[in-house]
């Protein structure tokens, strides 16, 4: 069965330092998707990235940037130079077609704390 | 603006009561999951319907139900509502299959009091 492991329950540091979440995914499916989602306080999801397990390419965007290992089934996820604007929960989640039909399945999430 | 719509932001009821929320996708989406995220937990898949059919369930309770309409807006109905049913509830929603992600709507807060 697939399932999101995201170990880390709550990270807090100092605004400046750089932070990374870990994701773990299991899943029997060799075409599979993965996201991550932010939660600011106000609630709503925010989409800020997809992978397909076909590209294993490394992504930045600005201060963030993902590291996909298939090798070790992980989807890390890194702020460098993190500002108080950052602090929300972040959802690390996988899409894909065996057993799950195409829904999402979510890790528990990381509650991150960007202290200023 | 995500383009799915979800009414109300907020709602405050009593327990035993009966309440509609309501999903419009996204123009020229066809598909439309619903999510449970009760205080501090992550995301529970409810339901997804495809161009008006059911086509998967989760862990959704008896005393919940979904429809979606021709015009493709869908409507979750919770009855019998308890204290644990107070939770954010997001629409999400898809062209087709959502293997390639889906738009998440703001989500609805329930409060059972």
């Known amino acids: 069965a697939q399932k999101v492991t995201q170990a880390q329950t709550e990270i807090s540091v100092v605004e400046k330092e750089d932070v990374t979440l870990d994701c773990v995914y299991e899943?029997?499916?060799?075409?599979?998707?993965l996201f991550w989602y932010k939660q600011p306080p106000s609630g709503e999801l925010v989409f800020l990235i997809r992978r397909n397990s076909f590209d294993e390419q490394n992504e930045i965007s600005g201060r963030y940037s993902w590291n996909f290992q298939k090798s070790t089934s992980s989807f890390n996820f890194t702020i460098t130079a993190s500002q108080v604007v950052d602090s929300a929960v972040y959802f690390c989640a996988l899409s894909d077609l065996l057993d799950s039909n195409y829904q999402l399945i979510w890790g528990a999430g990381t509650k991150l704390i960007i202290k200023p | 603006d995500s383009g799915v719509t979800q009414t109300p932001k907020h709602l405050i009821t009593a327990t035993g009561q009966r309440v509609t929320l309501r999903c419009s996708p996204r123009?020229?989406?066809?598909?439309v999951y619903w999510y449970q995220q009760s205080l501090d937990q992550g995301l529970q898949f409810l339901i997804q319907y495809y161009n008006g059919e059911e086509r998967a369930k989760g862990n959704i309770l008896e005393r919940f139900s979904a429809q979606q309409f021709p015009d493709l807006h869908s409507e979750l109905n919770l009855s019998s509502l308890e204290l644990g049913d107070s939770a954010l509830y997001f629409c999400?929603?898809?062209?087709?299959?959502?293997?390639?992600?889906?738009?998440f709507g703001s989500g609805t807060r329930l409060t059972v009091v």
């Open positions: 999400a929603s898809s062209v087709a299959e959502a293997l390639s992600g889906y738009t």
């Open positions: 123009s020229g989406d066809l598909s």
């Open positions: 899943t029997r499916d060799t075409t599979y998707y």
